[in-house]
């Protein structure tokens, strides 16, 4: 089993570079809500039920809370509000707001502001009896003076209970009950409201404390939720709170004003320090690997390093170099690796030494290895790049504490306050000596940072990985993160200019690989639009405070959606995205190379066709729901077909009825296989939507659908009372895996969250409409209960081989088969790295051509059907193959293993000529009757030709009985001395036509 947890926090839990090391605190307790999931029907009824048509300006759109039943974004084209300045405006607009039985004395008299390079955002939040009110939120957002966004998070008619509050004691024995603290710190933020929809429907007045301390050796920040009135934990979170030392911080070339009492102090420019003697100055260094472990150490520059000369602190600058007012030489200056936005520790001590300062220009080789400087120089430097775009941003603006050497191998990670880097170890290099490494972690402390000064929490897995990602590639200038990562080659972790992950087809529930996709985004439209960063930055830093991560795990269609909506709203120059933005084509190109569009959580809703009759016209319907408000860029529905295999597809444009949705195809000669999918287009050309998912690919393609035309069933295999190809081989010599052997049984299924049938990992029911019996399935699962991957294919492939099969004697035939592939489940390591694979075989199994070869999970059943003339000629010697394999890579994560299940069932061959046709001298009535099923006894036959011959035979292929039926076409034989089990007898009906049937024996 290759199972692989990831369980991410709701804030500070730890944020890894890698695939395989991620952090929990068992101390952490969540709020529980409603996640129920956004729908047009529920958006309609939240519409209708709200005074939003009351208020609805021409073209806005809204998109409605179920917590509160109002507006949680609304925008459109810009309103004009009256008001002298901005600030008069958001004041003035409040007033609109009453219509939604806002009161305007609960709005909060303080306002919180953001600045990005286009809009200008204002935030308060709601009061209830003198209570702040918690995940209360009113927000305007203004371009060019009108207002384009507006959100009303609000909760009415509160009310909270009169009873008497616990003391403050009782309240901090609650809140830290069963956490084991050091050193602890409390920080009392007061009594606040906790709505009901996050406190099991009743508004609770609750205590806000910051409990901080270490717990098992690591310093916590928790905010915790204590109820006034019973004690009860309603949340405990560890958030970052950081507090910072004053410094006086001298730059060169300035020197202290007079002070005056109760006055900070302040620097001023020396007019005459070009005119005095040589100071001490000079520039500081040390050995450090610019970029990559595999790349020579060189001399480089020290940026911001703390320098406490005479009792005062100076600064070198970017560049590393510095200079002083001090006109005299100093010997033996303790000298630490410390600056302004990094101190560096190793084992908890800060590389120090003593250094001497000539009166005069001095090149320092500062206190540190090479692995403590190069982190050093990285994490200031990538301070450094997030300030020159968010100028106004200033929560990083400290020392972060800077681990090297941290226990453990193959990672590096950042838990809330501060970075860490493991040293060499489990064939990886020393994380700290990989820039890219270091700018990712440090972008973690971007984004949960830069959330927490919006009053919000980054809480997508997904994004914080994506986000991080880009923060390094736009530092570096690199599409792949992590070069140098190992200690055998100069590869990377992730690379973003070759194979883009796409949504959904690649979101597998793992935070790095589904980051991939919104990172991925972000590079290729940087790459779209000419590559120059400063034209990305642009667009990436007014989208960031759009408040798109706060999406939770799993809904990261949602999430990418918005990202695309405020990146074309960054980039829009007249506050009107429906007549195109400078560089709407690039933006939608670059995001929908990875399946993110304006549609990308619209769902098609199909039924389909499996069977058509021939020469009759096809009709192949589907309905879209387009959620509100994307119908606004809805281009239309497509059919993409075909009718071989050889054969481009045909793309062409649905019928529309309001969201139903046609097309008829032309009646096709028998024997045909059409193939075909479904998709949307938006009116930028986005795609997405596409049914069955990945169908749409030029290589590496899901199933699409299959409709069969003109065409009957012969030869049936469906493992429960059909066996008509005869014994299949389940596995060959040539197999590898270890475990997760084909077998034929009744499957139990497998389940990420057990009782949960939507998590399904292994197929928990054969495909045949009936009761639960048998298929093939690659290693039956030791019970519902047991957790994924106990009995998957691992460490190889195994194979399932028909017997030959004779198609001489077939006018044109087709071949379907419903099989269940999962190679990337919730929590599986290496995800999509291995294959399904289908061959078939014209020359006894001499040769082999694919019919299937993807790594496209679906985990569901889905169908296959081919012409088997549109691949190889018909001959006695026909056979299929089905493989599921395992690959292994050694050095790889887990040697790449991965999670990997299968099964296969319903093997049917169909031809063009119907069986029961009025021309044929065939009587109807042949079907064979064996009774009864199961026995324990006397197994007895009908129907059969007469004096023909019967074979029993058991699971392995084995003769266990044979016989001649009577001349009336019946015969019986006795089971007593068969174990119990399954058994096919092959007999001929009495048409003389080939049949095996299955039966058990008790």
């Not at 953001?114 to 009113?138: C, D, E």
């Not at 001497?356 to 994490?379: H, I």
């Not at 306050?417 to 990886?428: A, L, Q």
Request: proline share 4%; charged share 20%.
């Amino acid at each position: 089993m290759k199972n692989l947890l990831a369980i991410i926090g709701v804030f500070i839990a730890f944020n890894a570079m890698g695939a395989d090391s991620t952090g929990y605190d068992p101390n952490e307790i969540r709020l529980n809500f409603n996640k129920s999931e956004y729908s047009e029907y529920q958006q309609v009824l939240l519409r209708n039920n709200s005074a939003w048509e009351d208020w609805n300006s021409y073209g806005w759109m809204a998109m409605m809370s179920p917590k509160t039943g109002l507006p949680h974004r609304a925008w459109g084209n810009g309103l004009e509000i009256e008001g002298a300045d901005l600030e008069a405006k958001h004041e003035n607009f409040l007033e609109e707001l009453q219509i939604f039985g806002i009161d305007l004395i609960s709005i909060s008299s303080e306002i919180h502001q953001n600045r990005s390079s286009k809009h200008h955002r204002f935030f308060q939040s709601q009061t209830f009896n003198g209570y702040p009110v918690l995940f209360s939120q009113l927000q305007t957002k203004w371009r060019d003076g009108k207002l384009v966004l507006w959100s009303l998070d609000w909760y009415n008619d509160l009310a909270i209970s009169e009873a008497e509050i616990l003391s403050e004691n009782e309240l901090l024995n609650s809140a830290i009950e069963g956490v084991e603290f050091s050193n602890m710190e409390v920080e009392n933020e007061g009594l606040m409201v906790l709505p009901g929809a996050y406190a099991e429907g009743e508004d609770r007045l609750v205590n806000v404390l910051n409990i901080k301390g270490k717990v098992d050796g690591l310093i916590k920040n928790y905010r915790t939720l204590v109820d006034a009135h019973s004690g009860r934990v309603w949340s405990r979170e560890n958030r970052i709170v950081h507090h910072v030392g004053k410094k006086v911080v001298q730059p060169m070339g300035f020197v202290k004003k007079a002070e005056n009492k109760g006055q900070e102090s302040t620097l001023e420019l020396n007019e005459d320090f070009a005119l005095t003697p040589p100071v001490v100055s000079g520039q500081t260094n040390a050995l450090a690997h610019p970029m990559y472990p595999y790349d020579e150490a060189e001399v480089l520059a020290m940026p911001h390093l703390r320098l406490a000369l005479n009792g005062d602190v100076y600064y070198s600058d970017e560049n590393g170099g510095f200079v002083t007012t001090i006109n005299q030489s100093l010997n033996n200056v303790p000298v630490s690796l410390e600056g302004r936005w990094c101190t560096i520790y190793t084992n908890g001590i800060t590389p120090n030494g003593n250094l001497n300062f000539n009166n005069g220009y001095n090149v320092l080789t500062v206190p540190g290895n090479t692995k403590e400087a190069s982190a050093y120089r990285s994490t200031s430097l990538i301070h450094d790049h997030m300030r020159d775009w968010l100028p106004d941003f200033t929560d990083l603006d400290f020392s972060l504490t800077t681990n090297i050497d941290v226990e453990g191998e193959c990672n590096a990670f950042f838990d809330g306050t501060s970075i860490n880097f493991y040293d060499t170890g489990g064939g990886c290099n020393p994380t700290s000596l990989i820039a890219d490494v270091v700018y990712h972690e440090y972008g973690h402390g971007i984004n949960s940072y830069y959330y927490n000064s919006l009053g919000a929490w980054f809480q997508n897995g997904a994004m914080n990985e994506g986000y991080a990602d880009f923060w390094a590639m736009s530092m570096g200038d690199i599409a792949e993160i992590g070069k140098g990562f190992y200690t055998d080659n100069n590869d990377g972790i992730r690379r973003y200019d070759i194979d883009p992950k796409v949504y959904p087809d690649d979101i597998v529930g793992e935070v790095h690989a589904d980051g991939e996709i919104i990172a991925g985004a972000w590079y290729d439209t940087h790459l779209l639009m000419g590559g120059d960063w400063d034209n990305t930055l642009e667009l990436f830093v007014d989208a960031y405070p759009g408040l798109q991560a706060t999406a939770v795990n799993g809904d990261e269609g949602q999430a990418y959606t918005d990202v695309l909506l405020d990146a074309l709203q960054a980039d829009d120059d007249d506050g009107d995205l429906m007549n195109g933005t400078p560089n709407a084509a690039a933006i939608i190109e670059g995001f929908d190379i990875h399946g993110i569009s304006l549609f990308s959580y619209a769902e098609v809703e199909h039924y389909p066709m499996e069977f058509s009759e021939a020469e009759t016209t096809i009709e192949i319907n589907a309905e879209v729901e387009i959620v509100f408000p994307y119908n606004v860029y809805f281009d239309g529905v497509y059919l993409s077909y075909r009718t071989n295999p050889s054969d481009s597809y045909e793309t062409v444009v649905m019928d529309q009825n309001d969201d139903e949705f046609t097309y008829l195809l032309s009646g096709l000669p028998a024997g045909t296989v059409v193939e075909y999918f479904i998709h949307i287009e938006d009116v930028f050309g986005g795609v997405s939507g596409v049914t069955p998912m990945a169908a749409n690919y030029q290589s590496n393609a899901n199933l699409p659908y299959h409709v069969v035309v003109g065409s009957f069933p012969y030869l049936i295999n469906d493992s429960d009372d059909y066996a008509d190809f005869g014994n299949w081989q389940l596995g060959t010599p040539q197999d590898n895996n270890t475990t997760g052997d084909w077998e034929e049984t009744i499957p139990v299924g497998s389940y990420v969250e057990a009782g949960n049938p939507e998590s399904a990992v292994a197929a928990p029911a054969d495909h045949t409409v009936g009761f639960a019996g048998y298929c093939f399935l690659t290693g039956v699962s030791p019970g519902a209960d047991a957790g994924i991957g106990e009995n998957d294919v691992d460490g190889g492939h195994t194979t399932l081989v028909s017997p030959l099969i004779d198609l001489t004697e077939y006018e044109n035939p087709v071949m379907t088969y419903w099989r269940w592939y999962v190679n990337a489940p919730p929590t599986g390591a290496n995800p999509a790295s291995d294959w399904w694979q289908v061959e078939i075989s014209s020359d006894g199994g001499s040769s082999w051509q694919y019919i299937e070869n993807t790594s496209q999970q679906d985990v569901k059943w889905r169908r296959k059907a081919f012409r088997v003339a549109d691949h190889v000629d018909l001959t006695s010697e026909f056979m299929m193959r089905f493989i599921a394999s395992d690959s292994t890579t050694v050095g790889e994560y887990l040697d790449g293993g991965s999670l990997v299940e299968g099964a296969l069932d319903d093997i049917i061959l169909y031809d063009v000529v119907d069986p029961n046709s009025s021309t044929s001298d065939l009587d109807d009535a042949t079907d064979i009757v064996l009774m009864p099923n199961p026995s324990f006894d006397v197994v007895r036959l009908q129907n059969t030709l007469s004096l023909t011959p019967y074979r029993v035979f058991d699971t392995t292929g084995n003769l266990v009985l044979k016989g001649y039926s009577s001349a009336a076409g019946t015969a019986s034989f006795s089971v007593t001395n068969l174990s119990s089990g399954i058994y096919t007898v092959e007999v001929r009906d009495s048409n003389a036509r080939r049949t095996v049937l299955r039966f058990e024996v008790l």
